[in-house]
């Protein structure tokens, strides 16, 4: 009797304090509403549960793997035999279990990419697993990766291409639709559950040049009815784009954006009214919502490739990224309230390759090592719901600016801060900082805007006993329901390789004083190899691999490898269209990318194509080319097709790519390398532009160098 009597109170006295009302992923505003009565609506749209348990994974995986695989493509043209298809070894076993052991906790396959081929046994079309000689046309890559996941307990999503390069019926709207809708059925009911579908942006012109109208609606609904459960992410309505494929978000990263979701034509007026998109600076500012009539709870998903490419080029095997570049990616993706897809391509044998394996395996000994100790864990102070570990118990801050203390139990010695808000209740935060007690007085080692389900921020290593968060301000009261204190250990940065146009190479590194050692035989440089005293001198090309080490090599970083071809310092510049007086053509073959060629830009000024030729200064065996766009953020004039001529005598010309395209330039902007399969003796090349990656009649060019290797 006297326990439910008590029972009874507390229920009482708890539906005593005012509920606020939650709008689940999306809110619309009245007219007659100010900024601030929006603001405090706008700190109540929340995430639907899928969203939400989305967002715990923090670490999620991507598997771009197909023809392309075999043609050493980054965009397949839709005309790839499937006989090419033939992985030796593959084991999607071996997959799962190292993305697992790496910390991922979905992985999501290109069921279909662009090319239309497909890695299943689809009934739409022949265009499949099928037709190949892998398992003598018997093979299911998805089923074998579905296994996998069931085995190792991790969550599947799938890529299904809407863009199609082989469908006849492409760009024949409501056919392409129902074709493309059955093969979506397949995937959503052949293979069990399926956690994340994920629809590219990427659309093109189909085999016959025609564009299709993509039937948002019916791909939705087709979504809703067969999995539930499912995100749907990219040109989806539940997670977004961050906007690059370079690994990074934003600083200010708003969950409830502007941003209509996805495809249907009502949302994309919507953006286009507010002139807003998924690479948008502000998603969600007190100023974009005070031009807005709907809020979105819309959270950021940053895709990233391991190696330059999403899928695999034997090229590329010494181009796996950094551990230090990796560690940033993570503090840039997770730490910025997002969730990291990072890709790792299955090679020809259809295994992840040793050198993305021992990445993988580094990158989580280093997380690891960093998590071991959070030394705010169960401190003395009155916010304990922040410090006891548990994700559903949060501190509340009413009033702005407020702090909390956290007595950390004597000296402690940290740089890296992880702080959480219980986004279950919406993203509130606008401004917060992070002081630490140094010698008696406070010193702010963080601050910055929003946090969302994560921040995470690495600061100078300090020594400190005592810190002191603040909430600067916000747009209602907020939960912070974990906070982490945390000492990354120290990344030494990994020598950079350069060459100037004469042939030198020079190597460097940020760490103070450090000692190089280098090889250009191709073997790991230790500690004992050729010590970098002096630049060194590689006109006709070759590998150097170097390495930094420091405290009397006791720690080294990681090696950096370079490959370099024949270098430009006999080249000339023959001819050229046109240049702008800032940016000279003959920075085409500098021998540095930071100098670009641009040809003038604005109004009326002369369209593509834009052309330069070369004089190599002697004939050589000619196999490719390469192409490096301007390095800086703005990549205005970046070439997407291109024809490439090669001459013997600068006057008689063979076009040796006519029409080609730099795939994927305009969302991955690297380096590319393109072979001929064949070699061409030539003393003269030209290059010419055909079209942008955007509808600009300008160039820009980095560099260009050729392929004789
Ligand atoms: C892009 C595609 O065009 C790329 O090939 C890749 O699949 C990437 C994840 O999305 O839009």
Redesign the pocket.
């Known amino acids: 009797m006297m326990r439910s009597l008590l029972g009874l109170l507390l229920i009482s006295v708890v539906s005593c304090a005012p509920k606020e009302q939650l709008h689940e992923k999306k809110v619309s505003f009245t007219s007659e509403m100010n900024l601030e009565q929006k603001v405090a609506e706008a700190a109540r749209v929340v995430p639907t549960k899928q969203q939400l348990d989305w967002q715990k994974l923090e670490m999620t995986a991507?598997i771009?793997f197909t023809v392309n695989t075999f043609t050493d493509m980054?965009?397949g043209h839709g005309d790839e035999s499937p006989q090419i298809f033939n992985p030796t070894q593959l084991d999607t076993r071996q997959w799962v279990k190292n993305l697992k052991d790496a910390g991922m906790k979905l992985v999501i396959l290109?069921c279909k990419?662009?090319d239309g081929f497909c890695l299943w046994p689809t009934k739409t079309t022949d265009h499949s697993v099928v037709s190949s000689p892998w398992k003598d046309g018997k093979g299911d890559v998805v089923k074998e990766l579905r296994a996998a996941c069931d085995e190792f307990g991790m969550k599947f999503g799938v890529?299904l291409s809407p863009w199609d390069r082989n469908a006849s019926c492409y760009g024949d709207s409501p056919k392409y639709n129902e074709f493309f809708v059955k093969q979506l059925t397949e995937l959503l009911t052949w293979y069990g559950k399926v956690d994340e579908v994920w629809f590219?942006?990427?659309c093109g012109e189909g085999p016959n040049g025609k564009k299709q109208e993509y039937d948002w609606d019916s791909y939705y609904s087709t979504i809703k009815e067969l999995q539930p459960e499912a995100v749907v992410a990219v040109v989806g309505e539940d997670v977004r784009w961050v906007g690059t494929?370079s690994g990074y978000g934003r600083e200010t990263e708003w969950s409830v954006t502007a941003l209509a979701p996805g495809g249907r034509p009502a949302n994309k007026a919507q953006n286009a009214k507010l002139k807003i998109g998924s690479t948008s600076h502000d998603l969600g500012s007190r100023e974009m919502i005070d031009k807005v009539d709907n809020l979105y709870w819309f959270p950021a998903e940053v895709?990233v490739s391991i190696r330059p490419g999403?899928f695999y080029h034997k090229s590329q095997d010494n181009q796996v990224k950094s551990l230090a570049k990796m560690v940033d990616i993570y503090f840039n993706s997770v730490g910025r309230n997002a969730v990291l897809l990072l890709?790792i391509p299955p090679d020809q044998r259809g295994l992840i390759h040793e050198n993305d394996v021992k990445r993988l395996k580094e990158f989580r000994a280093y997380l690891d090592r960093m998590y071991q100790t959070n030394f705010i864990a169960g401190v003395n102070t009155e916010a304990s719901n922040a410090v006891d570990g548990n994700w559903d118990s949060a501190f509340e801050f009413t009033q702005f600016p407020s702090s909390v203390e956290f007595d950390l139990n004597g000296e402690k010695d940290v740089n890296v801060l992880m702080i959480q808000e219980l986004i279950s209740k919406g993203q509130r935060v606008e401004a917060f900082k992070l002081e630490a007690m140094i010698d008696g007085k406070w010193n702010t080692v963080v601050k910055s805007t929003t946090i969302g389900y994560k921040k995470l921020k690495r600061f100078q290593s300090v020594k400190t006993s005592k810190v002191r968060l603040t909430i600067e301000k916000a747009r209602g009261p907020v939960y912070i329901n974990e906070i982490g204190l945390y000492k990354a250990p120290e990344l030494l940065t990994e020598a950079r390789v350069i060459r100037n146009k004469q042939g030198w190479v020079s190597m460097s590194t940020e760490t103070p004083h450090p000692v190089i050692t280098y090889t250009l035989d191709g073997s790991e440089p230790t500690a004992k190899s050729t010590v970098y005293k002096k630049p060194i001198q590689l006109p006709k090309g070759g590998t150097v691999k170097a390495r930094a080490f420091v405290n009397n090599f006791s720690e080294k970083s990681a090696v950096t490898t370079e490959i370099f071809d024949v270098c430009p310092a006999k080249w000339s510049v023959v001819k050229f269209s046109d240049e702008h007086s800032g940016h000279r053509a003959t920075n085409a073959i500098d021998g540095n990318a930071n100098t670009m060629w641009h040809t003038p830009w604005g109004a009326g000024v002369k369209k593509h194509p834009h052309f330069v030729s070369v004089d190599l200064g002697e004939t050589l065996g000619i196999k490719g080319f390469t192409y490096t766009p301007r390095t800086s953020s703005n990549k205005s004039g970046t070439i997407f097709r291109y024809n490439f001529y090669v001459s013997k005598d600068g006057k008689s010309w063979k076009k040796v790519k006519s029409r080609a395209e730099f795939?994927?330039m305009k969302?991955?902007p690297i380096k590319q390398y393109v072979r001929f399969g064949k070699t061409y003796k030539a003393r003269y090349f030209k290059f010419e532009s055909v079209e942008g990656i955007a509808n600009e009649a300008w160039l820009s060019l980095g560099e260009l160098g050729i392929i004789t290797r």
Request: hydrophobic residues 20%.
């Open positions: 991507f771009h980054e965009w290109t990419h662009h890529y590219d942006g990427a494929e895709d999403w890709n795939s994927n969302n991955n």
